[in-house]
């Protein structure tokens, strides 16, 4: 089974010890037991299972669709919800989070057994085909005419392409994980400095251009006349930009 980390999320003692023991028993390494909301994403942060099964009728302010919604946002980890409860109105906010499974209490091992391990499989092959995507999109980048850069929402550059270090002046490795505004000087023909690219992409929600001609001072000094277009894409909760010129 090799090293399958999860994280068990429930607030009834005896329960909980219950999973635990028999997630041991088939194999499982337990990385802990949260019995609320924000112990849930806390020990998510700090150990990085594999799987989290999560009970959703937590006690407290926080149930357990709000937490899974929470990790689902900032954490590439598998949800398997754990629920004494089918109603409809249940199963539509849980849908939300996009969990891998749902196990009705009570439950028995081969039903808990079965889920994790569909749940392993469902997994790993959505992470290969986002990494194929991924790699298939940086190919079309690197061989377009135009310069293109990168970034997530909050301007940090994931990706740049040769044409874009050629007018730039600067190599991928040096760039990636900087901010854009660090090394992107753009200015309009009227020589006023450009507002924030990343914050208009945002406000505009999708795609704009700038409307006027603009000017590209390379690290070097050297300026060029680019015409430019940001596009805002968001995807699986997450938000990139990028900008062609």
């Known amino acids: 089974m090799g090293n399958v980390n999860i994280l068990v999320v429930e607030d009834e003692i005896i329960v909980a ?4 023991n028999c997630l041991e028993d088939l194999g499982y390494a337990v990385t802990g037991v949260a019995a609320t909301g924000m112990d849930a994403i806390k020990k998510a942060e700090e150990t990085y299972p594999d799987v989290i099964l999560m009970d959703i009728a937590l006690k407290g302010d926080m149930d357990g669709i709000e937490a899974g919604e929470i990790i689902c946002k900032n954490l590439d980890i598998p949800l398997i919800y754990l629920t004494a409860y089918s ?32 749940t392993l499989y469902r997994h790993r ?3 290969s085909r986002k990494y194929n995507g ?45 901010h854009i505004n660090e090394i992107l000087d753009l200015n309009y023909d009227s020589n ?17 251009d700038f409307g006027e001609s603009t000017v590209l001072t390379s690290w070097e000094g050297r300026q060029t006349p680019v015409d430019i277009m940001w596009v805002l894409r968001s995807r699986m909760n997450l ?7």
């Open 87 to 118: 109603d409809e109105k249940t199963i539509e906010r849980a849908k939300v989070t996009q969990p891998f499974g749902f196990i009705l209490k009570p439950f028995d091992e081969k039903t808990l057994k079965c889920n994790i391990e569909m």
């Open 192 to 208: 006023k400095q450009m507002e924030d690219p990343v914050k208009k992409a945002i406000e505009k929600d999708v795609f704009f």
């Open 134 to 178: 991924k790699s298939n999109l940086i190919k079309i980048f690197d061989n377009i005419p135009d310069a293109v850069i990168v970034t997530d929402s909050e301007g940090c550059i994931k990706h740049i392409n040769p044409r874009a270090e050629k007018l730039t002046g600067l190599n991928k490795i040096d760039v990636v994980g900087l």
């Open 17 to 20: 010890h219950d999973i635990k």
């Open 239 to 245: 938000r990139r930009s990028s900008v062609f010129f």
């Open 125 to 127: 092959i959505e992470k």
